[in-house]
């Protein structure tokens, strides 16, 4: 009796080991470049009450969103096409897919989120360079179309503006890219303000888009509760390629 009983507990302990080994998998590496893609293909990571618990720092949108999927595949979130070749932002490791549940400033109930450490790509043939990285990066959007990056022209430059989260409730915030027109160099550009620098531009959602005018980038700033009236002004922004930065005048 004791042999069989020592047989039961040995056996015990080994199935033990073998569902605590199966749930230890090691983390898969980021696909290689051309395996970009939107494909909705994940592996999720439940807690014991069957919500997805994120893998990033808690930000001001975690106690207003559910988790709906963790994609490991590199997914394309914005492009551009070019002159010369493409922009793109993607993302870098896991990606984690939800909704929010709450309607708020940032979007309405059922609008989807995106989380994951994405980079700013330029793309040119088999050559790629990494413009800006967004770490734990997280955004809003009604849907999960790929976005676009805003062209603007300016004399040497075209400049792109891509702006992930599609509204805040007073303004929005772009970042800000450059190709120089003659030796096809791409990077990302400062924003320059009362001596500040900044790596956002920030703009009102209620007004028109910023546009070129005169060889100026004409921005309608955000407008809140409390705005003071000079803050509210038109501003006008002067491209400096030489030192990357789009400066206010």
Do not use: W
């Amino acid at each position: 009796m004791l042999k069989k009983n020592t047989l039961l507990l040995t056996s015990s302990a080994l199935l033990f080991s073998l569902l605590v080994g199966c749930g230890s998998e090691p983390g898969s590496k980021p696909a290689a470049p051309e395996s970009y893609s939107n494909s909705n293909a994940s592996s999720e990571k439940k807690s014991s009450v069957g919500k997805i618990t994120s893998i990033f720092p808690k930000s001001e949108l975690t106690d207003s969103i559910a988790i709906d999927s963790v994609s490991k595949d590199q997914s394309v979130r914005a492009e551009q096409q070019t002159d010369k070749g493409t922009l793109l932002m993607i993302s870098n490791g896991p990606e984690e897919h939800g909704h929010l549940l709450v309607s708020s400033v940032l979007g309405v109930e059922g609008d989807q989120t995106f989380q994951s450490n994405y980079s700013i790509i330029y793309r040119q043939g088999e050559q790629e360079k990494v413009l800006l990285e967004l770490p734990a990066y997280i955004y809003v959007q009604p849907s999960d179309k790929k976005l676009s990056f805003e062209n603007m022209s300016f004399a040497d430059a075209e400049v792109y503006i891509l702006t992930p989260q599609y509204k805040t409730g007073h303004g929005l915030g772009g970042y800000v890219f450059a190709i120089d027109k003659v030796s096809g160099d791409a990077f990302n550009l400062k924003i320059v303000k009362n001596g500040v620098e900044s790596d956002m531009l920030l703009y009102s959602e209620e007004t028109p888009l910023p546009i070129v005018k005169d060889n100026r980038l004409v921005v309608h700033p955000p407008r809140g509760a409390g705005t003071p009236e000079e803050e509210t002004k038109e501003m006008q922004l002067k491209l400096d390629l030489k030192n990357k930065q789009l400066i206010a005048e």
